[in-house]
């Protein structure tokens, strides 16, 4: 294994460290904890509190600021945060407005972030949640019961962020993020797996011809092993996928995430965006708005993952608010 890094078990630390060291006009760290938050505090407004296991980045700490979360929980690699953790970040985000968690469907985080808002309700905190389910390649899997939650989050940040930032209460923030997960759809696949430094090894093999299509964002192998094609090919496995959902229709608007899984060239994200543009434009969906990068990553995986929003006027305004955090700027 060839890993950057110092201590399997100071990984965690010193990239929350390092965050910190590099963007201190956004975010502070709790002491003692793995818990981001905003440097500025966030009061007068509802908070938003995300967060999962680490190797995601730059989810979720990249997107603590202006517009999108308040406070975001690292747990260790691919492992979801405690109780205890989620707790301190609720509190500590906490603006006197109510808190709102956003937690991708993995068992772990769901039960581990309701405890916290247990807690959190009996000292007067009022905190509401959604569950981000947006992965259309399973309907459960090992870590999860239904869907499980990968890059749509991003678009779930970033609309009910931008409706908090503009002083909505609590019930209409978890309304917009309700709507944005009901018309929200993802599917990724691999190239290369993911080594966790822990383990050591990557967590699934493949041969040099062939590719995993319908991977999670924990190193999860996918529901189909085939050869390697071209990724105008790929593209429409996933695109057919993400369409057959019935809720994209010609005469639609939507947004447009191709999300880096970690460890692919800005080129070939390019170059699988312009085939998707091509295929939505020649069904009669209208991209609005695109997103090409690393948002929702799984460490070093080679791979790419399509996310499809759609939208309407309020999504649209919501989305094109002005955003100032770490991994996403938007004026």
């Known amino acids: 294994m060839k ?3 110092n201590q399997v078990d100071n990984v965690v630390d010193e990239m929350l460290e390092g965050m910190v060291a590099a963007y201190p006009q956004y975010v502070k760290r709790l002491p003692g904890l793995e818990v981001l938050v905003r440097a500025g505090g966030s009061d007068g407004k509802v908070a938003l509190v995300s967060g999962g296991g680490s190797g995601h980045e730059p989810a979720h700490g990249g997107f603590v600021g202006k517009g999108m979360l308040d406070g975001a929980v690292a747990g260790a690699v691919f492992t979801s945060p405690t109780p205890d953790q989620v707790y301190e970040a609720i509190k500590a985000a906490n603006g006197g407005k109510g808190v709102l968690l956003v937690i991708k469907n993995y068992t772990g985080d769901v039960m581990n972030f309701e405890m916290a808002a247990d807690m959190a309700a009996d000292d007067g905190i009022e905190v509401q949640q959604v569950v981000v389910a947006d992965d259309v390649a399973v309907e459960n ?8 939650g990968i890059a749509g989050t991003i678009f779930v940040h970033k609309l009910a962020g931008a409706c908090a930032e503009a002083g ?11 709507k944005v997960i009901a018309n ?3 599917m990724g696949m691999a190239v ?4 966790v430094p822990a383990a050591g090894k990557p967590s699934f093999d493949l041969a040099e011809d062939e590719i995993e299509i319908g991977i999670g964002i924990h190193g999860e192998p996918g529901v189909n092993r085939e050869k390697i094609s071209t990724v105008n090919d790929i593209s429409d496995k996933l695109l057919d996928k993400i369409l057959a959902e019935g809720i994209y229709n010609s005469g ?4 447009v995430l191709v999300n880096g899984m970690g460890g692919t060239p800005l080129m070939e994200l390019f170059v699988a965006n312009k085939h998707v543009n091509e295929v939505l434009n020649g069904k009669g969906i209208k991209v609005f708005k695109t997103i090409v990068g690393n948002y929702m990553t799984s460490l070093d995986m080679e791979g790419f993952s399509i996310t499809l929003l759609k939208v309407d006027d309020e999504m649209k305004k919501l989305l094109n608010a002005p955003a100032d955090t770490p991994a996403f700027v938007q004026v």
């Not at 899997?141 to 499980?148: A, M, Q």
């Open 252 to 255: 639609d608007e939507v947004a």
């Open 184 to 186: 929200v759809r993802s």
């Open 141 to 148: 899997s090992t870590w999860t019961t239904g869907r499980r």
């Open 192 to 195: 290369d797996a993911c080594t």
């Open 168 to 178: 909505g209460d609590l019930n209409e923030v978890k309304r917009i993020a309700e």
């Open 3 to 5: 890993k950057l890094i």
